[in-house]
């Protein structure tokens, strides 16, 4: 991400790196020696600056002590850190509005950025059965502006790969199922999003443990996030990140094409009874 590229109004993440490039710039130092003063790289604060990178607390105690900026970054980092999504999920919800691709492999629910309203309700009410009513609307209504995202006029490429198993578990019930591909059929038929399927007739394949993002920008380097049960990890090492894009490559070398997949989705909303 170019320094121009960062627009400080987009959200809490780019204020605070437009704020911290201005007290750096002010200081008169780079990147390089700014990182060397607070332990870090210069790349890590190259990437705290264009946003790809959540600044953390400690961090950024230490860059007000070096900037002499009266506590700011340690007040604004605790204004970026409250996210309306799960706290392991918060930081890949937010690369995914600086995003040029993302790719996601979803074994066992529809991803949240194709998920319908009723769809979303109904994995929380799964998820967190004693919620209260509020909690519920407020964690559908994140998911519902995440969603958003697809009618942007500078969206990614969003490329899903679902498992049949996916499709076909029967969450909300029939009415709320068929909704839900129906709605993925309308996305990927308005050029939202390239959808693949592999079927289950596959047998075992590469991503068998868990859900994988891949996300790719314009000027910094590639993500991985992976989930399990209340879990999730943002991989940013090269070694692991290409491993991962290995392992989702496996994967949508045995899924369907995106047109057979797209009519196997048909197929399957019309065999729901309405």
């Not at 979803?106 to 009410?125: D, I, R, S």
């Not at 059965?129 to 006029?153: F, G, M, T, Y």
């Not at 969450?171 to 592999?198: D, K, N, P, S, T």
């Amino acid at each position: 991400m170019t320094e121009q590229d960062t627009d400080p109004s987009r959200s809490p993440r780019a204020f605070y790196g437009s704020e911290l490039r201005r007290l750096r710039e002010a200081a008169g130092l780079s990147q390089e020696k700014l990182g060397e003063k607070v332990f870090c790289s210069g790349a890590y604060i190259s990437q705290i600056e264009s946003a790809v990178r959540k600044p953390q607390l400690d961090m950024s105690k230490r860059l007000d002590v070096v900037l002499g900026s009266d506590g700011l970054l340690t007040r604004l980092c605790k204004l970026v850190n409250r996210s309306r999504h799960a706290e392991h999920f918060a930081d890949t919800a937010e690369l995914e509005q600086l995003a040029e691709t993302i790719s996601v492999f979803a074994p066992t629910l529809v991803p949240g950025l194709l998920q319908t309203e009723a769809y979303a309700q109904a994995v929380f009410e799964a998820w967190s059965p004693l919620a209260s009513e509020h909690d519920i609307s407020e964690r559908v209504r994140a998911r519902r502006d995440r969603a958003r995202l697809l009618d942007a006029e500078t969206r990614p490429l969003l490329w899903v790969i679902l498992h049949e198993f996916a499709l076909r578990l029967p969450v909300g019930g029939a009415g709320v199922m068929r909704e839900q591909l129906e709605h993925i059929v309308r996305l990927a038929r308005a050029r939202r999003v390239l959808v693949q399927v592999l079927p289950a007739a596959a047998g075992a394949y590469a991503l068998m443990e868990g859900q994988l993002y891949m996300m790719t920008f314009a000027d910094a380097p590639t993500v991985a996030y992976t989930e399990g049960v209340m879990t999730g990890n943002l991989l940013d090492e090269p070694a692991v990140v290409a491993k991962c894009q290995t392992a989702y490559d496996l994967a949508r070398a045995a899924a369907m094409s995106p047109s057979e997949s797209l009519a196997f989705i048909e197929r399957l909303a019309e065999e729901i009874e309405r």
